[in-house]
């Protein structure tokens, strides 16, 4: 019988293995294989350099901030396996985790599966996807190779017109692509982005294929929808800003998920990151839809640690 499980290994979860650890919990961390495509350690290993988190002041590689985490939950006292939970059964105590014919028998556990960007599947993206193609703006968007270029965001909600703003900071043009001839963005949303005369709106336009050099991205390849006219945009950056899916496929019938499969969690004074299923806690992005930063998912990691904590203190 396991103490405390944890589901998964982003910063919410390897911060809560952690805590947990200093706990002495004795804390069973799944890391999961390609869980969403994604390799373990969560979205960071899919980007290059991190220049938001705290305490590295020249910036980190992605994958090296995820594997210093990783060896940080070691050190402190985490065992870390290297599976997929395919279901859980949360219909009483112990609670239940599966990993192929393996069953585990736990107090309590930690979900920390994260949220998997949405991509388009065009040409080039995969080849180019940590070459400046990217579905991070507020992440990325301040490195140098953006600087004073012109760079293109995919979307048409208030994410894509955030993302379209934020570099507005950084870029000589930023190029809006959507579909129709209208944004789904909020109206105040819609009309900073008029003002901004560093938007330009391309309307009735889909990307087709990512262009590059082998090395990096140097356009993208559009068509307008009413005319089927094609052209390239050149560009030296490429932001997706067409949503993200919850990794709860697992969940269903399990736990309280809201309409897009987000894990619903208490937000009262004293309770955070607890989910309406006694003794199972959510963090990081799989209850998160707003802020979805490496350092909101470590707050939230490191408060289901303690929420933990505090249960086991009380169901001894």
Not at 12 to 25: M, P, V
Not at 189 to 207: C, D, G, L, V, Y
Not at 263 to 286: E, Q, R, S, W
Request: some cysteine.
């Amino acid at each position: 019988m396991e103490n405390i499980v944890i589901i998964w290994s982003g910063p919410a979860g390897h911060t809560a293995a952690i805590y947990a650890a200093r706990a002495n919990l004795k804390p069973l961390m799944f890391e999961w294989f390609m869980a969403g495509g994604i390799a373990a350690g969560g979205q960071l290993t899919t980007t290059t350099k991190v220049e938001n988190f705290p305490g590295f002041p020249n910036g980190i590689d992605g994958i090296e901030l995820m594997m210093n985490m990783r060896q940080q939950a070691i050190n402190t006292g985490t065992r870390i396996e290297t599976k997929t939970i395919d279901k859980v059964d949360f219909s009483g105590q112990p609670l239940k985790v599966f990993s192929g014919d393996e069953i585990i028998e736990t107090k309590s556990i930690i979900i920390a599966t994260g949220a998997t960007a949405k991509r388009l599947g065009i040409p080039g993206e995969k080849e180019y996807r940590q070459k400046w193609i990217s579905a991070c703006a507020v992440c990325e968007g301040g490195l140098p190779i953006f600087r004073n270029k012109i760079i293109v965001v995919i979307g048409w909600g208030d994410v894509a017109v955030e993302e379209a703003l934020h570099m507005t900071h950084f870029a000589s043009k930023v190029i809006m692509l959507v579909r129709r001839d209208v944004l789904r963005a909020s109206e105040v949303m819609q009309q900073r982005a008029k003002a901004n005369e560093k938007i330009e709106f391309r309307r009735f336009t889909e990307a087709v294929e990512a262009i590059g050099d082998g090395s990096f991205l140097t356009g993208l390849k559009v068509i307008n929808n009413h005319t089927q006219e094609e052209s390239l945009i050149e560009c030296s950056g490429l932001f997706f800003a067409i949503g993200h899916n919850p990794n709860t496929e697992f969940l269903w019938w399990q736990i309280l998920l809201d309409k897009e499969g987000y894990i619903i969690t208490k937000t009262n004074a004293l309770v955070h990151t607890a989910t309406n299923v006694a003794g199972v806690f959510a963090a990081g992005d799989v209850a998160d839809k707003k802020y979805r930063q490496a350092i909101t998912s470590a707050a939230t990691g490191c408060m289901s640690a303690l929420e933990v904590e505090k249960y086991l203190q009380e169901h001894k």
